[in-house]
């Protein structure tokens, strides 16, 4: 289920209209889906978007949440409106509207087809409750999208709707090349310059890190990790190449955990004041720039992506940046304020003290969704975590919930991303939460 807020500063001038407007709210074209619009004094409120394909248990499930989110948002009225081409659909749309009545009455059902041919997109009411004459069952075309004032909102804010749900899922794939460049960059940040027959003692280096640290558990996930890929690291075969290519999938993984987790420790050993994280603030600033004329995230040098994903795999300074970014109960307020100064002095946008433009809000989406494209799948989590915090505090349902599959799919148990999972399918906004809701994710 999607679920999404919106602030339209035009009026929908008819119900043809918010057919038209749908794509640009849900930030995609829906394909056999039932959207359920909220409704008040004020206008349109929250939306919510389910697949019918669901079987019909689930669909009562979905049904239920959506319920259940319209009432704590406070609604007052419904609309439905199912994009489908199937010609029975309408038993879809009758089921829809039937458990939002529970709650609330419905105004209107929608049925929308999609462009077949040279036929163009057409809608039709199906049912009509909101004491007008509404006509039904009266076949008309989705007006352009480009005439509707509504819709200016988000041109203005460079937002424009993906063709369907799945284009969103594939922008958040691994991007050519940069992951790779990434791990590459974190292993010879974490081993230093090498050269041929300089690993032997690799085992050491990263027992003196653990002891530092009083990390009694490194040394052994060091060689788990080295024994998985390349055997013991006292046998007699060559010193590997640490090409990220090289790394297979047996012992990638945790080879890489175990060199972020080395990372870490070398830097607490380099900087022993832990607000203050060399090049992190920086790089940050340059990661989130939402100026227009701003580099593009994959152009960016590949220290400042390695610094900033080597740093959020660190769950404090995961939450400062959260906190940072858009103040909710989920984050803490006032952490580490020594390290917001420095990302302020490194040049950074104020997030915390200014409310950024929509098309500011667009670019930073953007350039998150790089960072988690440029992220070594280990470090996937984090950032796409932080990018489904953003989308959920700024409104974006629909990718918020993509990034959390995306972060879920990196790691299961990560459980910053199962909270937020919980709290966006159920349709709780930020307000919704009570402070204590961040301890679930401790």
Known sequence: MTETRSEPRHVLHGLGELVAYVPYLLGFHPRESVVVLGGGPDGYGPSARYDIVAPPDQRAELLRQVTQMMQRAGVAWHDVVVFSAAPDVAAVADEAAEALRAANPVNHVVLVRPAEGDRPAQWCIDDCRCGGRCPREVWQAVPAADRIPAVADHVLGE?????EREDLVRSLRPAPLRPGAVAQWVQTRVLGPHEEGELDDLDDRFADWA?????????????????????EPDDDRDDPDLDPDHVGPAGGEALLDALERSAQAARRLACPNPYVWGDYPAALARVLDPSLDAPRVRDLPVGDLGTVLMTLRERNLRDHLMGWLAMTPMTVPGLFPDLTRAIRRAGAVPF????????????VTERLRELVRSAPE???PA????????CWTHGGGALALVALDRALEADPDYRMA???M?????GMRPLDLCPTTREAAV
């Open 378 to 380: 280990p470090m996937v």
């Open 418 to 420: 199962r909270l937020l």
């Open 383 to 390: 950032p796409a975590t932080l990018l489904a915090y953003w």
């Open 352 to 363: 915390d003290d200014r409310v950024l433009t929509p098309a500011e809000v667009t670019r």
């Open 159 to 163: 937002r424009t709707p993906a063709a």
């Open 211 to 231: 002891e530092a640290t009083a990390d009694d558990d490194l040394c052994d996930d060091w060689d788990d990790a080295w024994a998985a890929e390349w055997g």
């Open 422 to 426: 919980q709290v966006v399918t159920h």
